[in-house]
């Protein structure tokens, strides 16, 4: 029997839905049961592939190709299952969807609603796709009370009354601000959060409430009046030092042991020994290095969150805090050496991103020849292999004006529009008149590494899959001038037309992938390329 657990969130946003929804399916995991995680966008984009990555944050990509919201970065590094283009779902897709149905014909003449139509086609991907999964959780983005949220809402309130209170759970995170000038937690936003969601029709199970305070007993037992829920099951999540000691925090809260008891399920001891070490791993480190990350889209973290995680993935591997230093690629616009020098000069590794568009292209350029110059190490990532092509080719093959066709269509374009690859034997097809959306090479693809390359010591492989999401690729044509000018390519697409991996042999660790591994990173699991940089680093660290 699969039992659904949803999750909603009240008072403001960026409560951390998505991670208590993935830190609850690895403690059901360590209990032994199989789980699987969605998230439901009430955004009317069709998905969030054409939004900027400084107001939504990153796009996550799955191994079949979907662009999605950033939780599910967070459900796969917590649980190790890999998600898939049914695992999420926004307004705008449901709404695509209904209508493409009615344009063919499917309802048969009926007048389109929100009830029954709308909301038949949420619970139809609810329970989409389900095979012998015990748990499906199903976060519920925004806020209760948004309007946007308002169809997702009324089909989970369907969907409770279809599955009864022994086949569903509702949890429901909310906030418990600490009013420093009163010095007291309130709980009135809570109160008024829960009765908007009653409002709908819904009655939630627990309640998971984010505090900055330790909160006493009696206010928990008020929570739990007032709001119609027992004590034990008003869960409190307050602050701690680290999201990879969450799992440990909440389970010392007795949220897994609730919902086990929701479900009438034996209260099993669940094996937390993979998060005690990781805990261990990050809190108490052999030594601390400085990674300096050059992007576009800086000014909002979470525009790289995968990213970050995997360079602290690689920190556990190492017993190595690594502390990151976050810089907008502009500020290196000008070859200034003073101001390379001011930003670079002290860390322990470069890492150069992915990213769309001119802007900033020249910065992350400069940046890369200061660390090739300077023998720091470097990473680069998609548009960074990129951008590392770029420096080479400039500085040391003779080619001053190479080019990529993303920025106009001067100089030697060593870079250039991807107008056709295969995936699943069969030919892709995009024109620059294409839409913007879902329009790249998307989702996982094979790459084939050389035998005598730093790439394939590090995968200790030669036949690799990693997740792609662009639109250019470097030029093949040039790939003798670029090993003339020592930048090696070491991987490549199976029919060899697209590098794939670029890495130089006069460097202590200089590597660049057209690829994303960071999506493929867990604490449990660190990506290999992350896990050799920072190693990298850690000796740059000792040498300087």
């Known amino acids: 029997m699969t039992r659904f657990i949803f999750i909603t969130g009240g008072v403001v946003s960026s409560l951390g839905k998505g991670l208590a929804s993935a830190v609850l399916g690895s403690l059901l995991q360590s209990r032994g049961y199989k789980v699987r995680l969605r998230k439901l966008d009430p955004y009317l984009n069709v998905d969030p592939g054409t939004m900027s990555p400084t107001q939504h944050g990153e796009v996550f990509v799955t191994d079949d190709g979907a662009e999605t919201d950033l939780d599910l970065g967070h459900y796969e590094r917590f649980t190790g299952v890999v998600t898939k283009k049914?695992?999420?779902?926004?307004?705008?897709?449901?709404?695509?969807?209904?209508?493409?149905?009615?344009?063919?014909?499917?309802?048969?003449?009926?007048?389109?609603?929100?009830?029954p139509h709308v909301t038949d086609a949420i619970k139809a991907f609810v329970k989409n796709d389900i095979t012998d999964e015990?748990?499906?959780?199903c976060e519920i983005g925004g806020t209760v009370g948004d309007i946007e949220s308002l169809p997702f809402l009324e089909a989970i309130r369907q969907l409770r009354n279809e599955l009864g209170g022994s086949g569903s759970c509702i949890i429901h995170v909310t906030l418990l601000p600490f009013i420093h000038a009163a010095g007291e937690l309130?709980?009135?936003?809570?109160q008024h959060s829960v009765k908007e969601l009653q409002s709908v029709g819904l009655q939630p199970d627990i309640l998971l409430c984010r505090t900055e305070q330790p909160v006493p007993i009696e206010l928990k037992n008020k929570i739990g009046q007032f709001c119609n829920v027992n004590a034990a099951d008003v869960i409190i999540a307050e602050d701690v030092s680290s999201i990879y000691t969450v799992p440990l925090a909440y389970h010392e809260q007795g949220f897994d042991t609730q919902i086990c008891h929701h479900f009438n399920l034996e209260n099993k001891k669940p094996n937390l020994k993979r998060w005690l070490s990781i805990a261990d791993a990050y809190e108490h480190p052999e030594g601390k290095i400085t990674i300096a990350i050059v992007g576009k889209y800086t000014s909002l973290q979470d525009s790289y969150k995968s990213l970050g995680e995997a360079i602290a993935h690689g920190g556990i591997a190492n017993k190595l805090r690594v502390e990151v230093e976050w810089i907008d690629s502009e500020v290196f616009e000008t070859e200034n050496n003073d101001i390379?020098?001011?930003?670079?000069?002290?860390?322990?590794?470069?890492?150069?991103?992915?990213?769309?568009g001119k802007r900033g292209a020249e910065g992350k350029i400069n940046a890369i020849r200061f660390a090739r110059q300077r023998q720091?190490?470097?990473l680069g990532i998609c548009f960074g292999m990129q951008m590392a092509v770029l420096e080479t080719a400039r500085t040391l093959g003779n080619l001053p004006k190479a080019n990529s066709s993303e920025f106009g269509?001067?100089?030697?374009?060593?870079?250039?529009?991807m107008t056709e690859w295969i995936a699943d034997n069969s030919v892709e097809k995009r024109t620059h008149l294409d839409d913007m959306g879902g329009t790249m090479r998307l989702g996982a693809y094979p790459c084939n590494i050389k035998e005598d390359s730093l790439a394939s010591k590090i995968y200790n492989d030669c036949q690799i899959s990693e997740r792609h999401r662009h639109r250019y690729e470097v030029n093949i044509n040039f790939k003798e001038h670029l090993e003339k000018a020592g930048l090696y390519i070491s991987g490549f697409s199976p029919d060899g037309a697209l590098p794939e991996i670029v890495e130089?042999?006069?460097?202590?660790?200089?590597?660049?992938?057209?690829?994303?591994?960071?999506l493929k990173s867990k604490p449990f699991q660190p990506h290999p390329l992350f896990t050799e940089f920072v190693s990298a680093a850690g000796k740059h660290l000792r040498l300087v």
């Open 504 to 518: 130089r042999r006069d460097h202590p660790f200089f590597i660049a992938v057209q690829f994303h591994p960071e």
């Open 134 to 137: 015990d748990f499906v959780l």
């Open 186 to 190: 309130k709980t009135k936003p809570t």
């Open 376 to 378: 720091i190490p470097f």
């Open 86 to 115: 049914t695992d999420n779902v926004t307004t705008g897709r449901i709404y695509s969807d209904v209508l493409a149905r009615e344009r063919r014909g499917d309802y048969l003449g009926a007048t389109i609603q929100v009830i």
């Open 340 to 356: 390379l020098s001011y930003h670079l000069s002290n860390i322990s590794g470069l890492l150069v991103p992915g990213g769309f």
């Open 409 to 417: 269509r001067g100089g030697d374009l060593l870079v250039g529009l």
